[in-house]
């Protein structure tokens, strides 16, 4: 297990589980030559990982600021955060675009910062955590020992992310705010124009090994 760091995306908890098993044959009970061809020299290998989501903060970006508000990062890494001015999630707010998973954000709980904030709000640094994962990989393999103990020809089969288990990617954390009709102003309140804004788009990884299930059938020979 390792303990979290939100300035440098470290996940609170992690686990790797690694097995290998080499599964005892029939010639035990059964010594010939058709039983040991069939039962002798098979292998499970396994590779199950698991751990937490990365931390996750509200980010703020403003629409119509007036002249002199803060754009960009200025020198010295003065961190931009919004001003939260209630609870984090709300039971009442659903998204706003088609998504069968999301995080019930509420928007309205965050604004941004005044203009002579440089744009430090109050928010936390990290308010929350994205899904975790969990994957398990597999390899079952076959050695046969061809013309003698030194030729072997290895069947195996892999299978990545063998339980086919959904991992969901991060929601999205951005938040697009107008400014207030009256000087400019920035402050809570603004309405939200990201309606992708909570939601959950795509998985773990994008379309790799933790999207989903995959399997490889190989073939080798050592001699």
Known sequence: ??????????????????????????????NNKVANAITNGWNVES????????????????????????????????????????PLFSSSVTPTVAA???YNFNPASFGLPGVNSLGVGNEQPTVTYGPGVEIVDLNVFKQFHVFGEKRILELRFQAFNALNHF???????????????????????????????GTITTPAGGSGVLASRKGVVSLRFTF
């Open 1 to 30: 297990m390792a303990g979290v760091n939100s300035a440098t995306g470290q996940r609170p908890h992690a686990v790797n589980v690694n097995f290998g098993y080499a599964v005892p044959g029939a010639n035990r009970w059964w």
């Open 47 to 86: 590779v199950m990982t698991f751990y937490s989501g990365t931390p996750l903060d509200i980010t703020c970006s403003a629409n119509g600021a007036p002249i002199g508000y803060w754009t960009g990062t200025p020198t010295g890494g003065i961190p931009f955060r919004c001003q939260q001015t209630g």
């Open 100 to 102: 069968p998973l999301f």
């Open 167 to 197: 991992n969901p990617g991060n929601p999205n954390v951005a938040l697009s705010i107008n400014c207030g009709p009256i000087n400019g102003a920035c402050t809570a309140g603004g309405a939200n124009t990201n309606a992708a804004f």
